[in-house]
């Protein structure tokens, strides 16, 4: 019964979440907002990211629920892990898409960037690889700021003291 649940959370959120971005994209939340054609613009890159990473991250999660379940692995105890995966997913891609909009990582041309298609094609692809993407965030971080320093002198994180 409770991967029943799950299916019905994440389907409602497949369903939701691409009327959400059609509602954004026809412009209708600027009816209460009042912003001018600018800000408008700058603000639907950013909702655009922040669903559409989420988008990629529930998918990654539909796929990963059938196939625990199809191969008898689904286990209650992953339901938080679940649960947040979408969430998770569209805040990473927010600020991947902020990151790269403030030309941190100068790999890509502004103009590209500041595009409503390219918000939802690369924030779909941060969201669906969201666990990959953090991982590979977190050798960025320790290779820029060094290893934990619990781990650098080969101590367990978990078992010592903070």
Known sequence: MRIWWEAAYL???VIVEPLLIAVFW???PNHVLHLDASRYNIFL???FAALSGS???VLFDL???YHTVAKGEWHDDRRP???FVPFISGGL???MMALISSQVFEVLNRSVVTSHQFAVGFSFLVGYFSDNAIAKLSKLAQSMFGLHPEKEDGGDSKSGST
Do not use: Q, S
């Open 26 to 28: 026809l412009g209708y």
């Open 93 to 95: 891609a927010f600020a």
């Open 11 to 13: 389907f409602l959120l």
């Open 81 to 83: 892990w679940r649960i």
């Open 55 to 57: 988008l990629g991250g």
């Open 63 to 65: 796929k990963w629920l």
């Open 45 to 47: 890159t950013y909702v």
